[in-house]
């Protein structure tokens, strides 16, 4: 899909209904832009919550408190940096 818009003196753009749709935007969702070989990419940003889930936890973890997590996470940062 090609939809064309113009920018403002300010640097706005509308995005245009049809790609708003496209990409299910709502008012007060957050676009990223990527610029890349002179072409700019726009994408919805996913909301922290619609994240839940996406990564897959090994059978072996699932269940560890998040403390527990942290300090493991912890010690092995610093185990690196000796």
């Given at each position: 899909m090609d939809e064309r818009a113009r920018m403002t003196s300010k640097g706005q753009v509308t995005i245009p209904k049809?790609?708003?749709?496209?990409?299910?935007?709502?008012?007060?969702?957050?676009v990223l832009f990527r610029v890349?070989?002179?072409r700019a990419i726009v994408a919805k940003t996913a909301?922290?919550?619609?994240?839940?889930?996406?990564?897959?936890?090994?059978?072996?973890?699932?269940g560890t408190p998040w403390d527990d997590v942290i300090s493991r996470t912890r010690r092995q940062r610093a185990a690196r940096r000796r």
């Open positions: 049809r790609v708003r749709d496209a990409l299910d935007l709502q008012e007060g969702d957050e890349e070989r002179r909301d922290f919550l619609q994240l839940a889930g996406s990564v897959a936890i090994p059978a072996g973890k699932r």
